[in-house]
């Protein structure tokens, strides 16, 4: 692995970042939106690019529609009325027994409306949604699996940040411009497909081809074209203790929560915990600003 360097404040608020990675993890993301909205009060924001994966992406596109008071408040209102993750009766039904997918596409609709996404189109600020293409001539449930197991053995094995195991067996990035969706089902469809963790959610079709959650293949995304990019900072959601808050690797700018949030991945049922998380990263990105 590369070598990392601390970040100060001062040596942070010096930087200018013109693209923002938004990494997945679920209801862990309520961080990244507390975190940009303090962040874009900056003059060192200068973001002219969004790049999300799975909740991540919707993060980024709640923020780039104006939208992410409306998002936070449709979370902690569905969650708080949300008893159960999973509805086991349902299985006798023949439906999913996950209340998970159910919520995400209503809460896509509280930040994305037709109003919203030409407003996107007319703007300057592009949003970058990253899914997973299967592998070739695998059944999907069997790719799943296989990425799911790839996934683990990065992050929690190898600690790595970004994937490369998933592409030594077939499994494919793409990153597709929200602003290039002719209609707003597209876009929207595009969203739950970034965030398609099968088995728990029904896999989604892009373009007419099955695609996996973007997470699948890389967790933190950077297109290629983007890898170089000096004037990148790079949101994580999962707190590393072994890791300073802000740090240097590759050449990007890495920040991360200062402790564990509340929030868990995909638990529905804790509007308080989307809230607590929300304001620990106005609180994180305000702390870490008074230090510079």
Known sequence: ??????????DFLARTFHTVVFAGGGNRCWWQAGAVE?????????????????????????????????????????????????????????????VLPRIYPDWIESFLQAADLQKLQRGTLKVDVAITRPIPFLPVTLSTAVALALYSTEKFWLKTFHGRLPHWVGLRPEYHDLTDCPQLDDARSLLLASAAAVPITPTHKVNGRAALDGGFYDNVPLPQDRADDACTLVLLTRHRADLPQAFDFQGRTYLQPSRAVDATNMDCTSGPNVQSTYDQGLDDMGAWLRKA
């Open 1 to 10: 692995m590369h070598a990392m360097a601390a970040i100060s404040p001062s």
């Open 38 to 98: 303090r962040l874009c009060e900056q003059a060192n924001w200068q973001a002219k690019r969004l790049i999300g994966v799975s909740a991540g992406a919707g993060i980024a596109t709640a923020f780039a529609t104006g939208r992410l008071q409306e998002s936070l408040r449709a979370a902690v209102e569905r969650f708080n009325n949300t008893p159960k993750n999973i509805i086991w009766r349902d299985l006798l039904k023949g439906k999913r027994p996950f």
